[in-house]
C-alpha cells in the first residue's frame, strides 16, 4: 500500500469530518474521483450488511457452535 499526502481545502474537511492529518479512503470510478472518510465508509457497510443481521444462522454464537461442530468438540 502506497501512502501520500493531499491538502484539502478547509472546507471540504470539514465536510468529511476530517481533522488534520485524517485518513481518506479514494474511490476511483471511470470518470470521477469520491473521497470519503473512514467513518463514512464504515456507515456504509453497516447499512449494508445490517440487513443480514436477523437471518438464521448468522450470529456469532452460531458462528462459533459451527466451528465447534466442525472441529468435533
Not at 17 to 27: A, N, Q, R, Y
Not at 37 to 64: I, W
Amino acid at each position: 500500500m502506497e501512502y501520500g499526502r493531499m491538502v484539502l481545502p478547509a472546507a471540504i474537511r470539514k465536510r468529511l469530518g476530517l481533522e488534520k492529518g485524517g485518513t481518506v479512503i479514494v474511490e476511483v470510478g471511470d470518470e470521477e474521483v469520491t473521497l470519503r472518510s473512514v467513518e463514512q465508509v464504515l456507515d456504509k457497510v453497516k447499512a449494508t450488511f445490517a440487513n443480514y443481521a436477523d437471518l438464521p444462522g448468522t450470529s456469532v454464537d452460531d458462528f462459533l457452535a459451527n466451528r465447534r461442530a466442525d472441529s468435533g468438540e
